[in-house]
């Protein structure tokens, strides 16, 4: 006898789903397929928890349904680990789309536009496909600190921020680009461990009170965001840091996601 | 790394993760510089004498650079979490103390209780790294004086860290620094072959 009876955990609860599978395939989206031995099958959101093998047991634990069906979000990352860029060096970034900063590979892009805002000018960037991966690269020279966003327009509308650093010690912040829903950082020299960090949210160009804001960081475990703010009357809304690794911030209003990445550079 | 990197952060690099005893070892690093108007050591102008081996002394040898190689780093195994740093220029010590806390904070308690799990679900996992969050938000924003006592001490700071010469032990072929060798009618012998040896 070699095949398992598989339970599932809801709740703390343990209950048996199916009895002698000799099949399980873990597939995209938190799904686990399993077939038994009479040639049944079923698909279940869930992820396998322990497997007692000596006792033909596989115990699966329960993803609930509404943390699996999110929606998407776009957002940027800088192409170097170092933070920040240097005179002459080549300044790339990485567009992914999906979740609380897990992409989803398959969800692809489509109609993206990416720009690039320097001392008040506004340039359209080229985007390139690497291995599956979209990339942006800045030709322009920046002295300073530049803002790049991208954008892809459908039923759902989605924007995704970021602050690009060439040098050192730029002490200032910087002014809205004028997105539609727009996270706006409020003092870049500012962004580090142990501190607090604050953003505005933009909608239109006023401050939208009352917004929730979503913050999660790379090195996060969670499903969803750890963290859920509430923007104050001037749309403001402050997290104390506390994870290495990159922030991001996103906010939805209606059919409009936009998300800023907080780059840790030192 | 091209930018002066946080003290925090240098602290959590050397160690290789965030915890709560670790902050509270950079607590104890950043209040050390300040009271005692110090910067980080080079070259032995600092001497910390620590009464733990636990996690807030690798904030101490990457804040303060008291470390275990340049030999201004004395450690002392009475399991408290008390922290004497001293100055050799400011001729001065001030001993840090942790404040014992008898009702430990709920969050505290449950992140400990998680930590000692060796298998968590998502849901715990997510729950930890919450917790993790909120511990370090009170233990860096908490004033200081609620959390640790302090007071200047009279400290008589010992020489610097001395180079030795290097002998062969007779045994085992292995150098040996001198100091640390037992003289034997058969030559020098390190430690553990002396103990071997029974000398």
């Known amino acids: 006898m070699c095949e398992a009876n598989v339970y599932i955990n809801r709740d703390g609860q343990?209950?048996?789903?199916?009895?002698?599978?000799?099949?399980?395939?873990?597939?995209?989206?938190?799904?686990?397929?399993?077939?038994?031995?009479?040639?049944?099958?079923?698909?279940?959101?869930?992820?396998?928890r322990e497997?007692?093998?000596?006792?033909?047991?596989?115990?699966?634990?329960?993803?609930?349904?509404?943390?699996?069906?999110?929606?998407?979000?776009?957002?940027?990352?800088?192409g170097t680990e170092h933070g920040h860029f240097h005179a002459g060096e080549e300044v790339k970034l990485r567009v992914h789309k999906g979740y609380n900063m897990r992409p989803k590979i398959e969800a692809g892009c489509f109609d993206l536009q990416a720009y690039l805002v320097n001392a008040g000018q506004v340039q359209e960037l080229g985007?390139?496909?690497?291995?599956?991966?979209?990339?942006?690269?800045?030709?322009?020279?920046?002295?300073?600190?530049?803002?790049?966003?991208?954008?892809?327009?459908?039923?759902?509308?989605?924007?995704?921020?970021?602050l690009v650093e060439v040098g050192h010690h730029h002490h200032h912040g910087v002014k809205?680009?004028?997105?539609?829903?727009?996270?706006?950082?409020?003092?870049y020299s500012h962004a580090r461990l142990g501190e607090n960090y604050e953003v505005q949210i933009l909608k239109a160009g006023q401050p939208l009170a009352g917004a929730e804001v979503r913050v999660t960081y790379?090195?996060?475990?969670?499903?969803?965001?750890?963290?859920?703010?509430?923007?104050d009357a001037e749309g403001r809304a402050r997290?104390?840091?506390?994870?290495?690794?990159?922030?991001?911030?996103?906010?939805?209003?209606?059919?409009?996601?936009?998300?800023?990445?907080?780059?840790?550079?030192? | 790394m091209c930018k002066n990197m946080p003290p925090l952060e240098m602290a959590i690099q050397f160690h290789g993760h965030i915890c709560p005893g670790l902050l509270m070892g950079v607590r104890v690093a950043e209040f050390a510089l300040q009271h005692l108007q110090?910067?980080?050591?080079?070259?032995?102008?600092?001497?910390?004498?620590?009464?733990?081996?636990?996690?807030?002394?690798?904030?101490?040898?990457?804040?303060?650079?008291?470390?275990?190689?340049?030999?201004?780093?004395?450690f002392q195994d009475y399991g408290k979490n008390a922290y004497t740093i001293a100055s050799r220029e400011q001729k001065r010590?001030?001993?840090?103390?942790?404040?014992?806390?008898?009702?430990?904070?709920?969050?505290?308690?449950?992140?400990?209780?998680?930590?000692?799990?060796?298998?968590?679900t998502d849901a715990q996992t997510s729950e930890k790294e919450n917790l993790l969050g909120a511990i370090f938000e009170r233990i860096m924003s908490t004033p200081f004086e609620e959390m640790f006592t302090w007071q200047e001490v009279d400290f008589e700071l010992p020489p610097r860290a001395q180079i030795y010469q290097t002998v062969q032990c007779a045994i085992c072929g292995e150098g040996v620094m001198e100091p640390r060798t037992i003289n034997t009618a058969q030559g020098y012998l390190c430690i553990p072959c002396a103990q071997t040896k029974g000398v």
Not at chain 1, 29 to 48: C, K, P, S, W, Y
């Open chain 1, 14 to 48: 343990e209950e048996l789903l199916m009895e002698k599978v000799d099949r399980i395939i873990p597939g995209e989206d938190n799904t686990i397929l399993m077939e038994n031995i009479f040639g049944e099958r079923r698909v279940v959101n869930a992820r396998i």
């Open chain 1, 51 to 78: 497997m007692e093998l000596v006792h033909h047991r596989i115990v699966l634990e329960e993803i609930r349904q509404a943390a699996v069906n999110r929606h998407l979000e776009l957002w940027l990352e800088l």
């Open chain 1, 127 to 162: 985007l390139s496909d690497h291995h599956g991966s979209l990339e942006l690269e800045v030709e322009q020279a920046i002295d300073g600190i530049a803002q790049i966003y991208v954008q892809e327009k459908g039923d759902q509308i989605l924007y995704a921020s970021t």
């Open chain 1, 176 to 187: 809205p680009v004028g997105l539609p829903l727009e996270i706006v950082p409020s003092d």
């Open chain 1, 218 to 231: 790379s090195s996060t475990q969670n499903q969803d965001y750890p963290h859920h703010l509430t923007a």
């Open chain 1, 239 to 266: 997290i104390f840091l506390t994870a290495r690794g990159n922030y991001l911030f996103s906010v939805t209003d209606g059919n409009i996601t936009s998300t800023f990445t907080l780059i840790k550079s030192f």
């Open chain 2, 38 to 74: 110090v910067s980080p050591d080079q070259d032995e102008e600092l001497l910390a004498v620590v009464e733990t081996n636990s996690c807030g002394v690798d904030a101490i040898q990457a804040i303060l650079g008291c470390t275990f190689g340049k030999g201004n780093l004395i």
């Open chain 2, 93 to 120: 010590a001030v001993r840090i103390a942790r404040k014992f806390d008898p009702q430990p904070h709920p969050d505290s308690e449950r992140y400990r209780v998680l930590n000692h799990q060796t298998v968590l």
